[in-house]
T-cell receptor
């Protein structure tokens, strides 16, 4: 079963707007990662945040982590049509296996 | 292109049959992971191999088995197939680092069981 839930399940925005996705998980973690999946294709790693980090940036991406609330958020600024995809958070606790959330489907309209 | 290859891309078969999915990891990656993505279960970790040895096991059914060969490619064998086994099966590879490395995913094999 999945580690956690993502919210919202689906999000539709206009190009140029910001998109925020939230992820909640259930157990302790070593780190949390975000992946993107374009329409039934393979997943692509976006960013990793360690359990002792609170915020991380990569280009237009900003990830926050609150281990006390067992939650993370992914912010995509100035969205583009090419950002249309499903976004998954994945937690790592023991070893290397990824435990995925339910995903958020993002639609960015031109 | 992640550098991870999976064959075949699509597979259509009947209930009760057995199929083999193949994965070639990125050059130099010793770890291979298998994941299943279905509408009702989402993305689930199945099994991990490291340099030929099983390293971790997830929600993998007893009807499923995997192995990693000396050349590091991996195969996932699914037997006595049921309708509910229809899903996308992904292989990923990485350099193991206690979970601090990203995993590189292949394009997946879409299995349809009729």
């Amino acid at each position: 079963s999945q580690q956690g839930e993502e919210d919202p399940q689906a999000l539709s925005i206009q190009e140029g707007e910001n998109a925020t996705m939230n992820c909640s998980y259930k157990t302790s973690i070593n780190n949390l990662q975000w992946y993107r999946q374009n329409s039934g294709r393979g997943l692509v790693h976006l960013i990793l945040i360690r359990s002792n980090e609170r915020e991380k940036h990569s280009g237009r991406l900003r990830v926050t982590l609150d281990t006390s609330k067992k939650s993370s958020s992914l912010l995509i600024t100035a969205s583009r049509a090419a950002d249309t995809a499903s976004y998954f958070c994945a937690t790592v606790w023991v070893g290397d296996k990824l435990i995925f959330g339910t995903g958020t489907r993002l639609q960015v309209f031109p | 292109d992640s550098g991870v290859t999976q064959t075949p891309k699509h597979l259509i078969t009947a209930t009760g049959q057995r199929v083999t999915l193949r994965c070639s990891p990125r050059s130099g990656d010793l770890s291979v992971y298998w994941y299943q993505q279905s509408l009702d279960q989402g993305l689930q970790f199945l099994i991990q191999y490291y340099n030929g040895e099983e390293r971790a096991k997830g929600n993998i059914l007893e009807r499923f088995s995997a192995q990693q060969f000396p050349d590091l490619h991996s195969e996932l064998n699914l037997s006595s197939l049921e309708l509910g086994d229809s899903a996308l099966y992904f292989c990923a590879s990485s350099v193991p680092s206690g979970g601090y490395n990203e995993q590189f995913f292949g394009p997946g094999t879409r299995l349809t069981v009729l």
